[in-house]
């Protein structure tokens, strides 16, 4: 893989992804499943 094809394909800096992850992690128990809480307004759980 190229330097060019890594770069585009992370799109978002580190930061940004651990800051997701860390959301993500904080709040899994409030949802029924990942799905759900992805898309909160949806009828995915």
Do not use: C, I
Request: proline share 4%.
């Amino acid at each position: 893989m190229t330097t060019k094809t890594h770069n585009k394909m992370n799109k978002f800096s580190v930061e940004v992804r651990e800051r997701a992850v860390r959301l993500v992690q904080d709040h899994w128990g409030e949802y029924p499943s990942l799905a759900a809480g992805a898309f909160p307004g949806s009828h995915a759980g």
